[in-house]
């Protein structure tokens, strides 16, 4: 296998890597393999700095506050590191845009607020019915990872977050943009700022390329110079039929909860009909693929009798309003955690309208209750609880045997947990030491 042309990227050249994270700690691995002695430069901050002093070696390490990033032929950023305004881009690199100037026209790129993980995961079970299939990017695969089986004629289903395409100038070949709601606007400013980066996924094809786009997005309509394919015209579901440009297919045996999972589901489908996967072969890959982890994840019933639903990804109030329309028998639902300033009109006047009972916590779950109570719309069942624990315990003593408890905070965990990962596991923990 020749990595040549990898070497080249890295060779002599004055590098930073900024941020050692999964991607920081892949991108080093991937240089002193093709470099063994080069001096690297490791930029990060606490523990990252002293975890690259004790991981690395022929590296300079150093704090992450105060960067001089023109000191560099190449800075290869982390995804979630803000620059500043007005910094010279020319030197900025990062491994999404790498890997897509290698490999774009063998991936799939799939980018939106909601759904992506899931999506790309069901892309990648797929496509692997027929071809060597490598899953990776914002799932928690670092796509530099892939390297090795993409020089041996992979394909990438590759979930590509926001932060990954902010500055990329490459676009997949299939760039899949599935929904765009309000979040990480601490981050980018604006709502609009948000929608562009996230159509960097699309923006760059070609004509011989293909984009896949909600129907929805419409200020981005008239900038897509590949073919365009709508969800929601062209790429529908009616229940667990899923409807493709060319056929229809039955997705009854599919283990997915909730009608935004059957039409990213036929988004999957239509994908793998594109690269020759015959009817069949999706119908088994359907069959046999589970629902990811806190992403509507049945825990099935405890000991007491209720049964918990861990949907710990929810970070946005559309998706715990999709969660509880997804889900039957919710007696209670979790809702509360960072609070990003992001609008919560529609899901206070979801919730205002609802019979589930509300247990309202941390800072959005205050602010929530707040803003309800000045428009007139708190109401009997929601309450106020402290943390995670104690609305876990008081929704086992509202909730009727054989119901649900739903944990869908529409809000970011990053107050009091490491990640949402983090914040489900806690929530399953408890949710499986009730007892009656």
């Known amino acids: 296998m020749s990595l040549q042309s990898w070497k080249e990227e890295f060779e002599g050249k004055n590098i930073l890597i900024y941020g050692y994270g999964i991607e920081g700690r892949s991108t080093y691995r991937l240089i002193r393999r093709l470099c063994p002695d080069q001096i690297i430069t490791i930029a990060d901050g606490g523990k ?8 690395t070696v022929h590296t300079i390490c150093i704090s992450d506050q105060d960067l001089d990033l023109s000191a560099y032929d190449l800075v290869m950023k982390a995804p979630g590191i803000v620059l500043k305004p007005g910094t010279d881009l020319s030197n900025i690199s990062s491994q999404a845009q790498l890997f897509l100037k290698h490999y774009r026209q063998r991936t799939i790129g799939i980018t939106g607020t909601k759904g992506k993980s899931t999506t790309t995961s069901v892309v990648a079970a797929l496509l692997k ?6 899953l990776v990017g914002n799932i928690g695969i670092a796509c530099f990872d892939g390297i090795d089986e993409m020089e041996e004629g992979a394909l990438a289903a590759f979930e590509i977050s926001c932060h990954q395409l902010e500055y990329c100038p490459y676009s997949p070949h299939i760039g899949v943009y599935l929904n765009l709601f309000e979040e990480h606007l601490d981050h980018y400013g604006s709502f609009q700022a948000y929608g562009d980066a996230k159509f960097n996924n699309i923006a760059h094809q070609g004509e011989d390329d293909i984009a896949i786009m909600h129907a929805s997005l419409t200020q981005y309509t008239d900038k897509v110079s590949s073919r365009l394919l709508l969800i929601g ?5 009616d229940g667990r039929t899923l409807i493709l440009p060319d056929r229809k297919i039955d997705a009854s045996e599919c283990a ?3 009608e935004h999972n059957y039409l990213n589901l036929a988004v999957a489908c239509t994908i793998a009909e594109i690269y020759g996967i015959e009817e069949e072969q999706m119908k088994d890959a359907i ?3 589970h629902p990811l982890a806190h992403r509507l994840q049945d825990l099935g019933e405890n000991s007491s009798g209720i049964r918990f ?4 990804i929810s970070t946005i109030g559309q998706a715990c309003t999709q969660a509880l329309e997804s889900i039957e028998n919710v007696d209670v639902v979790l809702v509360g955690g960072k609070d990003r300033g992001i609008d919560y009109t529609d899901l206070e006047n979801y919730l205002s309208q609802s019979r589930v009972h509300v247990l309202l916590m941390y800072a959005t779950g205050r602010r929530i209750a707040q803003e309800m109570q000045a428009k007139g719309l708190y109401r009997d069942g929601m309450e106020i609880v402290d943390d995670l624990k104690q609305a876990v315990t008081r929704a086992q003593q509202i909730c ?3 119901h649900t408890v739903l944990l869908s905070p529409a809000a970011s965990s990053y107050d009091h947990f490491k990640n949402f990962e983090e914040r489900g596991e806690v929530f399953t923990r408890l949710a499986m030491e009730c007892q009656e």
């Open 48 to 55: 990252g700095k002293e975890t690259a002093e004790k991981e």
């Open 129 to 134: 019915e027929k071809y060597r299939t490598v």
């Open 233 to 237: 015209k062209d790429i529908q579901a």
């Open 256 to 258: 997915l909860i909730g």
């Open 287 to 289: 069959r046999k693929f």
């Open 309 to 312: 639903v861990n949907d710990s």
């Open 400 to 402: 009727r045997k054989h």
